[in-house]
């Protein structure tokens, strides 16, 4: 990926990489910088989380891998034919993404998984420009609502164009197709908030648009 797209040396937000620097000391083998997207470059499925988990992308360099909400994601993703495996453990674990991409809002891991609405904005160039690449009639699933509003801010649209909920779907001016869902958490899986069902509905509609 280009350089306009990812910067892997980026170093634009102050708070976030002093937390990397200071969780890197802790944990020395952890990945600790920003994570890139990972899957097909001309994949016509992005899939949109929010950042990387401490002890997940931010120590593998793999978005949601070795973390919970990874789980159901890639087992989800290969059960609609989007991945050659149900799983991913590590980035070098020969799993591969079939016209599928999966990326974050924001990057680089922020302290108590929060990061700031200036931390969101900075962040989003990387996101429009992976927006501008995407292929003609691409579908975009949004985990979580700060995804969602990630993806209308790199769209140039206002908040108010879209509403999130689990389940709307959206029809872009950039012919795109934004489909949204909880994000598949612990806390919205363990709660019920998210269920299998619901989230396998996501990628059934998904695969409906592209096929």
């Not at 891998?65 to 495996?85: E, P």
């Not at 206002?158 to 029809?171: R, V």
């Not at 069902?197 to 592209?210: E, H, P, Q």
């Amino acid at each position: 990926m280009s350089s306009e797209v990812f910067d892997p040396e980026c170093r634009a937000c102050p708070r976030l990489s002093d937390f990397l620097d200071e969780v890197k000391l802790e944990y020395p083998d952890y990945f600790c910088r920003p994570v890139p997207a990972f899957g097909d470059p001309e994949a016509q499925l992005l899939i949109v989380g929010l950042a990387p988990g401490k002890h997940g992308a931010n120590a593998t360099g793999r978005p949601f891998t070795g973390d919970y909400a990874g789980i159901l994601l890639y087992q989800t993703l290969f059960d609609y034919g989007f991945s050659n495996a149900p799983e991913s453990n590590s980035a070098s674990d020969g799993l591969e993404l079939l016209n599928c991409r999966v990326s974050n809002a924001v990057k680089c891991l922020p302290p108590e998984n929060k990061p700031t609405t200036a931390e969101i904005n900075t962040c989003n160039s990387f996101l429009s420009a992976e927006l501008d690449d995407m292929p003609e009639g691409g579908v975009l699933v949004a985990l979580g609502s700060i995804a969602h509003n990630a993806i209308l801010k790199a769209q140039g649209l206002k908040l108010s164009t879209c509403k999130f909920g689990h389940g709307n779907e959206h029809s872009l001016p950039s012919g795109l197709t934004l489909i949204d869902s909880y994000h598949c958490s612990r806390y919205n899986t363990q709660t019920r908030r998210l269920t299998e069902d619901m989230f396998r509905a996501i990628f059934a509609r998904a695969r409906a648009c592209l096929d």
